[in-house]
């Protein structure tokens, strides 16, 4: 983290383009904001290139003008003209569907496009900085992404590894996490051991959740192998080939105990469900099973 720190401070001042690559996860929106706060000027927009397509896309980005559609009362900006003097992040670029790729490459050359429906010509001076989870290379050479549009993106790029790749991070982002979200909760030696071997395919955002979790699920202060979700806990590898009475071990009842009690099954099967949709309890409770009233009861019965 701190080289990547470093290259924030290095690329924030200047307006070139920057290509941040990077597994989900790992920060690159993070660190797209923190390249623009480094330099200072103007609005962050957030172009979100997966969520928009052909017609849509373009009235977003380029706004439209009175009467341009059906609908259209009153003329809009676009998101390229709220970016002026500031910076167009242009989030899961590899996503963007092949004309407005060739769109999106007038708009870099000449900073100037034209509003839907609209014949008169706007400018915006904006900085762009372009975050992806592929291979962009790989998409140009599968005629997947123009290679003129990637060639002007990729003036300085900042490519953020996966979390398993620099696992010294995960200690220090812990702890983050935990002044931030924890109740002075902390972690046994046993459950920082599990954390930092883990593979986090979800990265920085999978061990905020993590963290988030079992700081909600656990008054604390100290946090046991025992409050680790089924995810981490599973991957160990060991726990499948283990003896039932080792699995019980592992979900906090007495190894001599032959028998689950069923509170504890309610629990975890709560806990899990949590988890799976990332905190959202009116899923969670469909998941489940029940309402969302008697999920809201159990969860109070826990003391979550
Ligand atoms: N260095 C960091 N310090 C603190 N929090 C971080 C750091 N890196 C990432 N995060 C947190 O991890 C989560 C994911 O970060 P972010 O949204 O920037 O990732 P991303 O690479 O854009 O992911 P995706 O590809 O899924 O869009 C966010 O909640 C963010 O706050
Ligand atoms: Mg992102």
Not at 16 to 27: A, I, Q, Y
Not at 61 to 77: E, R
Not at 130 to 144: C, S
Request: aromatic letters at 6%; hydrophobic letters at 40%; glycine letters at 8%.
């Amino acid at each position: 983290m701190r080289e990547i720190h470093r290259l924030v401070q290095r690329m924030g001042p200047s307006r070139l383009p920057v290509l941040v690559l990077g597994e989900t996860g790992t920060g690159k929106e993070v660190v797209a904001r923190a390249i623009h706060d480094v330099g200072g000027r103007g609005h962050f927009v957030v172009i979100d290139c997966s969520s928009m397509v052909g017609p849509l896309m373009e009235s977003e980005l380029f706004g439209y003008s009175k009467g341009a559609f059906t609908g259209a009362h009153n003329q809009k900006l676009g998101l390229l003209d709220s970016a002026d003097g500031g910076t167009a992040f242009f989030d899961e670029i590899g996503e963007l569907p092949m004309e407005l790729q060739m769109k999106l490459l007038r708009v870099l050359q000449e900073k100037q496009f034209r509003a839907v429906g609209s014949v008169g010509q706007r400018s915006s001076n904006f900085r762009v900085i372009a975050a992806t989870n592929r291979d962009l290379a790989a998409e140009v050479q599968a005629v997947r992404f123009r290679a003129d549009l990637f060639y002007r993106l990729n003036v300085m790029r900042l490519r953020i590894p996966p979390l398993r790749e620099r696992r010294e991070d995960v200690p220090v982002l812990i702890a983050h996490f935990l002044a931030r979200d924890g109740n002075g909760h902390r972690l046994s030696d046993e459950v920082m051991a599990s954390l930092c071997s883990y593979d986090w395919p979800g990265n920085v955002r999978e061990l905020e959740h993590v963290v988030q979790q079992m700081t909600a699920m656990n008054s604390g202060p100290w946090l046991t192998p025992a409050d680790l979700p089924s995810s981490v806990r599973n991957a160990k590898g060991d726990l499948p080939s283990q003896s039932m009475a080792a699995k019980y071990t592992a979900m906090g009842t007495p190894v001599d105990s032959p028998v689950i009690p069923l509170a504890e099954i309610e629990k975890r099967a709560i806990l899990d469900a949590l988890s799976y949709t990332k905190g959202d309890r009116t899923v969670a409770a469909v998941l489940l099973g029940i309402g969302r009233t008697t999920l809201y009861r159990k969860l109070k019965e826990y003391g979550v």
